[in-house]
């Protein structure tokens, strides 16, 4: 699993956001980008995922099953190869009940076709397993009714995620919102999963000491460029990093 | 009597195309307001192939709404990934250009004159009216059992999914382009079949058949009863059309002096019932409709997990 980006910039009227001459994602189990506020790590990641269109670059994806560029393909394309991103402010389906939404996204696209309008059943056995086996695992107020506070759609966004079984999962700031117990319980499942090899973790975060407690590796990105790259005592011990970002 | 079969074989098509804007605006999002240019295009294609072409008429019907799903697949190339607005500019465009297209294309629409006649289906048998009500009412039937399975299906919640945040579904692996536009295309082709069934209906066509104002009653009757709604479209016609056209204007003692006014009177009072609607249940008379959940097996019970500490 590689996620490499090269020569990648994105700019907003002239001014350069994101200027990367070169980063891989995806080689350690899980790992973590960190940067000061402004730094282009939303970016980054919206660039990553084809939400927003790169100024110039290369972006391709390596699933073990050959490399493939990014950047001819639509959003929903590369979440069908693998890549999924967790979104750092919230969004939601308001229409949609709390098991609906992750019966949704747990669905294979191949299956919302026209044809099951006629179907008999609407969910496979296996999908309302794996649906109420996620839900039970955290506190709603109401499992079968909506999310109701943003701590609720937060999660559920995260959990939106996790149901499709991405191979390289982004998080864009899990922590913000969200408890911190509901925050431990969400990165002790993630950690689980990548250690079982289901996928990859990229997570975005100003949570340091979460970063330090979960990420086999770091990355540190300002000003739009990768400062440094290391596991995460390094990155720590580093002091570019520390004067950027830890103003020490 | 003949005219009250009449009545009540219009009112269907009104359902029916009410039900059809309630998939595509009440659950897909996309605001048509063509809806009387995909009706139409049904409505003339089958008259003109009937008529000047002299096409059989399940034929000219099949050929016709085949042009409107032609015609539906252009424009959601062109326009469905735009914004709302664009949709309803675009679609009322279309609208208005198909109704122009029949004036000026008088040598095979008959322009002005209109065109016709439509032949009447199962023409050898006596009461062949209420045959084809009773045709008309399976086929609305059939429509309204499709949609009320689409909402409770896998690609019914892909749509309510796109509706409500297109970007978070596509992000998630789904083709929100392509299920919108399967939709809209499928719905506009239903639109002109029942054009189509429409055109033995009003026997003679002529251009004011194509004015905005089947749109217009159309939309009132889906706010009315609640767009996002199943039942809701026809619910609306029954508050509308229903109301007004048949049992007001056929029933109703109206003295001779104010006969004239009734039309005017039912815009008005179309009016003033939407704003109240909008004023005071701006979901529609009924409101929204959760998705039905069919009882099911419970799940194999999963311990509750601790929430780990720390």
């Known amino acids: ?248 | 009597m003949d005219y009250l079969i009449f009545s009540f074989s219009l009112m269907l098509i009104y359902i029916g195309l009410a039900q059809l804007l309630h998939i595509q605006f009440g659950l897909a999002g996309i605001p048509n307001f063509g809806v009387v240019g995909f009706w139409g295009l049904g409505l003339y294609g089958t008259g003109v192939l009937y008529v000047t072409y002299s096409f059989p008429l399940l034929a000219a019907i099949a050929a016709a709404s085949l042009i409107s799903a032609a015609v539906a697949w252009v424009l959601a190339y062109l326009v469905l990934q735009r914004s709302g607005q664009s949709i309803l500019a675009a679609t009322l465009a279309l609208a208005a250009i198909v109704a122009t297209l029949v004036v000026t294309e008088k040598d095979i629409t008959g322009g002005v004159q209109g065109i016709g006649t439509i032949g009447f289906p199962f023409s050898e048998m006596a009461n062949r009216n209420v045959i084809y009500f009773g045709f008309l009412l399976a086929v609305v039937i059939g429509l309204i059992w499709v949609s009320a399975r689409l909402r409770d299906s896998r690609l019914g919640r892909q749509l309510i999914a796109i509706r409500d945040n297109e970007e978070l579904a596509a992000s998630l692996g789904k083709d929100t382009a392509a299920a919108k536009r399967m939709t809209f295309v499928v719905t506009c082709a239903l639109m002109g079949v029942l054009g189509g069934l429409s055109a033995p209906l009003h026997q003679f066509l002529v251009p004011y058949h194509l004015a905005p104002s089947l749109t217009f009653a159309v939309w009132i009757a889906l706010v009315l009863g609640g767009k996002g709604h199943n039942l809701g479209a026809m619910i609306g016609v029954f508050a509308t059309f229903g109301l007004f056209d048949i049992l007001i204007e056929t029933y109703a003692p109206v003295p001779q002096d104010y006969a004239l006014m009734v039309p005017n009177f039912k815009l008005f009072c179309y009016g003033a019932l939407l704003v109240l609607i909008i004023m005071y249940r701006p979901t529609g008379i009924l409101g929204e409709d959760a998705p039905h959940e069919r009882p099911k097996a419970a799940p194999t019970p999963v311990p509750d997990t601790p929430v780990k500490e720390g």
């Open chain 1, 1 to 248: 699993m590689k996620l490499e980006a090269a020569n990648l910039t994105k700019s907003y009227h002239q001014h350069e956001v994101v200027n990367i001459e070169k980063v891989a994602f995806g080689a350690k189990g899980l790992e973590g980008l960190i940067g000061p506020n402004g730094a282009g790590k939303s970016t980054l990641m919206g660039l990553l995922t084809r939400r927003i269109a790169p100024t110039s670059g290369q972006i391709k994806l390596d699933t073990g099953q050959g490399a493939r560029s990014l950047n001819p393909l639509k959003s929903h394309e590369v979440a069908r190869i693998g890549l999924i991103k967790t979104n750092q402010r919230i969004q939601g389906f308001d229409s949609l009940t709390i098991r609906d939404s992750l019966r949704l996204a747990a669905s294979d696209p191949k299956t919302e076709g026209f044809m099951s309008i006629f179907a008999g059943e609407r969910d496979a056995e296996d999908i309302e397993e794996r649906v109420s086996r996620l839900i039970e695992a955290f506190p709603f107020t109401d499992r079968n009714g909506y999310a109701r506070s943003g701590g609720e759609k937060k999660l559920l966004d995260i959990l939106r995620c996790l149901i499709a079984e991405p191979k390289l999962l982004l998080m864009d700031e899990p922590t913000a919102g969200l408890p911190d117990d509901i925050t431990r319980t969400v990165m002790e499942m993630v950690r689980e999963k990548v250690a079982g090899g289901e996928m990859r973790v990229v997570v975005v975060e100003h949570d340091l000491p979460l970063i330090w407690e979960y990420c086999d590796y770091v990355h540190f990105l300002s000003e739009g460029s990768i400062l440094f790259e290391g596991a995460p005592e390094e990155v720590k011990a580093n002091r570019v990093v520390a004067e950027k970002y830890m103003g020490v």
